[in-house]
Structures are given as structure tokens and as C-alpha cells.
């Protein structure tokens, strides 16, 4: 990162140094330039010089939507979906009756793995939800496991109203009550699933408010399955980022750009994210988001994975950069933008998501002369190495 060439928003440097020290960015730019730079940055010869033979540097992807504490398969339901059977919210109860089953050590095992396995991928900041327990014993313990392996912890005891609970009323009192009191001191989001099967708008906002009096900010899921109020909703209380936005009026469109303008109520200049999650409509076959869209009417557009054993059972980021191209609209550097710098902006983070002065230190090595290869070679692993906090970890 560096220089912002025109049209790439990415701040691509070619035949580039990067200096990292105590775990940040110390300098970075032209090779030409290393030596200047890296006496006047630390006034001492670097310990160690790594060479990357011509390969792609990229930040580490920074995956801002993810429901790694869960247990069971639902392998079937993706077989049934590619056969022609409509995706429904309901199948999430499936996995909420393998969750509740599981141990704390299985769901602990389970989630590391993942966590591992997107690292592997690059993704080097991961936001992980809670959504499978629907208890209050249940929810605590996710987010008690979540935050084992993240600081990006988000509450979402309102995923579906689970099989055993009475009115989706009733259970939205236990959602703002005892639920969030138990899960609140271990999260640092609180979620909500807009969307016709889960939770009307009014049931979601007072499920958002009640979190953001605990302190909690706010995301929301919105707008998968259908078109409906939630993005409006996310944008009116400030949300970080409302998720999947597949289907979106003019007016969401409007109010999503909108809310990055100065005096809106995102407040700070912070406005609501647009995270898609392309992986979710490859896996059910619905309609994918309009990313070119957004873009153009200057909303901001982040990329996540959406892992989840129901709807994108995948943590490749790389991929959803490879499917942000092919199928949503954005140019390569876009969704590279928007698999880094995006989810950082979606988690109000500007820590990462970039390789600029005072960053953290993590970047992915690509076995790639170029970040396009992750679109022009869609499947094929191009993680050479990864760094987090300055040291390879993958």
C-alpha cells in the first residue's frame, strides 16, 4: 500500500518494500527507496530481510461475517438446494439441535479448526457469531467460546425463533433480557436476522436497541431472501454494516450511500458497511448482490464469508473475491478493497485491512506475480505465507 493510483483504491505500490517492526507498518514503499526509508523509519539496518521472489503482497483479509460455533452437517440440505429445493431460514434450527448437543470442548475443537483453516487462507481478522444456541445457557457459551479466538465477538441470540419457544414475541423478551444480560459481557456486536421467517423490523429494533443500551454495536442481517426494511432499519440506527443486501431498492441503494455523507446519523463519519456475502447465493443458488451498483451510487461494499455448515459452508476469502468479480460486478481491485480495507471499515477497525504506516503487520504472500490471480485463478491455493502481528503464522 501506498500511492492511490487512479481508479484502484487499494493504493497498489509495484516492485515494492514493506518494513515491519514491533508488529506494525514502520515504512513502505518503492524498493528503490528501502534504504532511506528504513533509517529514516528506524535509524538502524532491518534484523532480518525476507524476500518474496516477485510475489504479490496483499493485506490479510479481514472477514467480518462468520457463525463458526455450531455442530453437525448439513451436507444433505446443500444436495436437496443443487436438486432444485428452495433455501428457507428454517434450516437453522437443524443446527441449532447439534449445537445445543455438543460439548464445550467439541464446539471449542470445531471453532479452532475453522479459525484455522481461514487463516491458512489469509484471513488474519475474523468476526465470529453466536446464533446456534437460542438458549440463554446456550448463547453465553458461544460467545464465551467466540472470544477464545477473536475480540470481534457478535451476539446473535436473534437468529431464528428457536422450536421450543412460544410467540416470536415472547422470545424476544428472553433476547433482551436475560439472554444479552448473560452474552453482553463477552461480545462486542449485537445482531439481528431482518428477514421474512426470522424477525420483523420491529422485533429487530428493539433486539438492536436493547443491545446498544448494553453497549454492544450494531449489524444486521438484511435483505437475503427478499426485499424488506432492515437495511433502512441499519442505516436509521447507525449500524457498523448490514449483511447479505441482495435485495435492494432504490431507496436502500440511497440511504446506504447516504449514510457515509457528513451529518448522517452513522454519526463520527462512520456510515453503514454493505458486507456481501457471495458465497451464500453460490451455495443457494439465489440471485447474487449488485455490488456495482452500490459502488456507483457511493455506498461502501465490503466482501465476508458467511461461514456457516447451512448456507456458505466455505472460509475462503479468496473466493469471494474470485465470485465478488465474476458475478457481483466490482473490478479485481474492488473486491480486494473490499475483502480488507472493507471488512475493516464493516468492524470500525482501522488497524487493519491495510499495509499503511502504523498498521498491523499482517499481509498475505501470494505464489502469484499479481493480486489478479485470485480472481484469474478461482480454486487454486495461492497462499504462499501468511503474517500476523509481524511473524509467518500459515
Known amino acids: ?18 518494513l515491519l517492526d514491533g508488529g506494525r507498518v514502520a515504512w513502505v514503499g518503492p524498493e528503490s527507496a528501502c534504504a532511506d526509508g ?45 436438486a432444485g429445493r ?83 414475541d415472547a422470545y424476544v423478551d428472553l433476547v433482551v433480557g436475560d439472554m444479552l444480560a448473560a452474552c453482553a459481557p463477552h461480545a462486542r456486536w449485537v445482531d439481528v436476522f431482518c428477514e421474512t421467517g426470522a424477525f420483523t423490523a420491529e422485533q429487530s429494533r428493539r433486539v438492536l436497541e436493547a443491545g446498544s443500551r448494553a453497549g454492544l454495536g450494531v449489524r444486521v442481517h438484511a435483505n437475503q431472501l427478499g426485499p424488506g426494511e432492515g437495511v433502512r432499519l441499519a442505516v ?18 440511497a440511504a446506504l450511500a447516504a449514510s457515509w455523507t457528513a451529518g448522517s446519523g452513522s454519526g463520527e463519519g462512520q456510515g453503514t458497511v454493505a458486507t456481501l456475502l457471495p458465497g451464500v447465493e453460490f451455495s443457494t443458488r439465489q440471485p447474487y448482490p449488485d455490488a456495482r451498483r452500490l459502488l456507483d451510487a457511493g ?18 476469502m479468496p473466493l469471494m473475491v474470485a465470485l465478488a468479480v465474476r458475478e ?32 498491523r503487520a499482517d499481509l498475505v504472500v501470494l505464489d502469484a506475480p499479481s493480486r489478479t490471480h485470485l480472481a484469474y485463478r478461482p480454486g487454486v491455493p495461492l497462499v504462499h505465507q501468511v503474517w500476523k502481528d509481524g511473524r509467518p503464522v500459515a
Open 328 to 359: 457481483t460486478g466490482t473490478t479485481v481491485a474492488e473486491a480486494i478493497w473490499a475483502a480488507t480495507a472493507g471488512g475493516a471499515r464493516a468492524l470500525r477497525r482501522d488497524d487493519v485491512g491495510h499495509l499503511a504506516l502504523g498498521a
Open 299 to 316: 455506498a461502501v461494499v465490503a466482501l465476508a464469508s458467511d461461514c456457516n455448515p447451512g448456507s456458505s459452508y466455505t472460509s475462503s
Open 236 to 253: 436509521d440506527l447507525g449500524a457498523a454494516a448490514v449483511d447479505h443486501c441482495t435485495f435492494l431498492s432504490d431507496d436502500d441503494v
Open 86 to 168: 428452495p433455501y428457507a431460514a428454517g434450516g437453522i434450527r437443524t443446527t441449532v439441535a447439534a449445537t445445543r448437543a455438543a460439548s464445550d470442548d467439541d464446539l471449542r475443537a470445531n471453532l479452532r479448526r475453522h479459525v484455522h483453516e481461514a487463516l491458512a487462507q489469509g484471513t488474519t481478522t475474523i468476526e465470529v457469531k453466536s446464533g446456534y444456541g437460542l438458549s440463554v445457557a446456550d448463547e453465553e457459551r458461544s460467545v464465551r467460546l467466540a472470544a477464545e479466538v477473536t475480540d470481534e465477538v457478535t451476539f446473535l441470540g436473534a437468529h431464528v425463533v428457536p422450536a421450543d419457544s412460544g410467540s416470536a
Open 1 to 18: 500500500m501506498g500511492a492511490d493510483p487512479v481508479d484502484d483504491p487499494t493504493g497498489l505500490v509495484r516492485d515494492a518494500a514493506l
Open 38 to 82: 528504513v533509517e529514516r523509519a528506524i535509524g538502524r539496518a532491518p534484523d532480518r530481510v525476507v524476500g518474496v521472489a516477485g510475489r504479490a503482497v496483499v493485506p490479510g483479509f479481514v472477514d467480518s461475517h462468520t457463525h463458526l460455533v455450531f455442530a453437525g452437517d448439513r451436507s444433505g440440505e446443500f444436495e436437496a438446494r443443487m
